[in-house]
């Protein structure tokens, strides 16, 4: 019988695929891609399952589950294929004495899963580094090599292959640097733990492990044993606003190529949802962390349409008091926010 997304995602909610596979060689993975889109089957792939949300009813098609393992260090050129898990990457290269994924150490999912949305942590993206990567075009049914030029990067989050299904990654390249010297560190709170200025280097040994500690501290590393982490990190973006409103005057602010990006963990913490929140919601089942107001969790035995319903409410009440309308992060599958109500009477602290 096929997993359920329960089983197979992070936010361990969701029903059963119809069909399921695991590729484990990439010309497998073409070839189940290349036989789905003949016959016309709808199809899902899928890596580690950490920013995927799928309903209730599961998936009515086949799920691919990329488990390619192959990696490749040649001097400083790095290649793995999309199955690997990108933590075991980033500790693998940290290891060889490479220096420039250190700060990404921890991100849960898969090597393919990190451009979709141009994965980023303590002010590092994949992009830094990341040289090239090797898609299949479903439209064109084409196997080619991409510059990064390519990838639409940039903006928060975003590439050319977020929000379509177009183009299944096969495999990624980075070029990094051998070096003891990280890339410089630009997030205070880590700088002031590894006891260099913001913009200084340090060992990447060193900076992997103060990460890993902060992810820990902050609930940020997926733990099965932990039901606060149990979500997809992030669950909404952080919104790249033309003007920022009155209403939200004293906000953090970063520069974005799209506009000014304000930290939705803060907006949703200003709109009285405080980390922790949603134990009086509905049957408590989905609640956001207690670490971090930006991360709903599944306290044990949610469904989609609980966390469905709970985002719902927690994107209403920041937009009732802020007027920004917040949009997940996270791809939703089979699955709408806000369309399911809690069982008893909604408290809003
Ligand atoms: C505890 C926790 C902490 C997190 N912290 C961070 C963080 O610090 N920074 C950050 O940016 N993200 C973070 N995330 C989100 C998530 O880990 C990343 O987005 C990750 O890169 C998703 O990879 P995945 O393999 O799990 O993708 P999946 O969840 O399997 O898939 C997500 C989407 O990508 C598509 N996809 C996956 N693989 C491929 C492929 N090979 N080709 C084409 N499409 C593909 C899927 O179809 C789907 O649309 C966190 C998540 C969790 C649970």
Same mark, same amino acid.
Do not use: M, Y
């Given at each position: 019988m096929a997993p359920t997304f329960a089983e197979l995602t992070t936010m361990r909610v969701g029903g059963a695929s119809r069909d399921f596979a695991m590729a484990t060689e990439t010309a497998q993975l073409v070839e189940l891609v290349r036989r789905a889109d003949t016959d016309a089957v709808p199809l899902l792939v899928m890596g580690g399952g950490s920013n995927l949300v799928v309903g209730d009813a599961g998936w009515d098609g086949l799920t691919v589950k990329i488990a390619t393992s192959g990696i490749d260090i040649s001097g400083t050129t790095v290649s793995a294929?999309?199955?690997?898990?990108?933590?075991?990457?980033?500790?693998?290269?940290?290891?060889?004495?490479?220096?420039?994924?250190?700060?990404?150490?921890?991100?849960?999912? /898969?090597?393919?899963?990190? @451009? %979709?949305?141009?994965?980023?942590?303590?002010? #590092?993206?994949? $992009?830094?580094?990341l040289t090239s990567v090797t898609l299949l075009d479903r439209d064109s049914g084409e196997i080619s090599q991409w510059g990064s030029e390519r990838c639409g990067f940039g903006s928060h989050r975003q590439s050319t292959f977020k929000n379509t299904d177009r183009f299944v990654l096969l495999r990624v390249t980075y070029e990094l640097r051998r070096s003891r010297q990280s890339a410089p560190m630009t997030f205070a709170e880590v700088a002031r733990r590894l006891d260099i200025e913001v913009g200084g280097t340090a060992d990447p040994v060193d900076v992997r492990e103060v990460v890993l500690s902060q992810r820990r501290r902050r609930g940020s590393i997926y733990d099965p044993a932990d039901s606060d982490t149990w979500g997809v990190g /992030?669950?909404?973006?952080? @919104? %790249?606003?033309?003007?920022?409103?009155?209403? #939200?005057?004293? $906000?953090?602010?970063f520069p974005d190529p799209k506009g000014t990006k304000v930290p939705a963990g803060w907006l949703i913490e200003r709109a009285g949802f405080a980390p922790g929140y949603g134990a009086?919601?509905?049957?408590?089942?989905?609640?956001?962390?207690?670490?971090?107001?930006?991360?709903?969790?599944?306290?044990?035995?949610?469904?989609?349409s609980e966390v469905m319903g709970f985002a719902g409410h927690i994107r209403d009440g920041v937009e009732e008091r802020f007027g920004i309308r917040l949009t997940p992060e996270c791809r939703l599958v089979n699955c709408a926010l806000g369309v399911s109500a809690p069982e008893s009477p909604v408290i809003h602290s």
């Open positions: 294929d999309a199955g690997v898990n990108w933590d075991e990457l980033v500790a693998l290269t940290v290891a060889d004495g490479l220096s420039g994924l250190e700060a990404l150490s921890g991100i849960p999912g /898969s090597v393919g899963g990190t @451009p %979709v949305q141009n994965v980023g942590a303590f002010g #590092a993206h994949t $992009s830094d580094v /992030s669950f909404f973006l952080n @919104p %790249v606003l033309q003007e920022v409103p009155p209403q #939200a005057d004293g $906000s953090p602010r009086e919601w509905g049957r408590g089942s989905v609640r956001l962390s207690t670490k971090h107001a930006l991360v709903i969790t599944n306290r044990g035995d949610a469904t989609t």
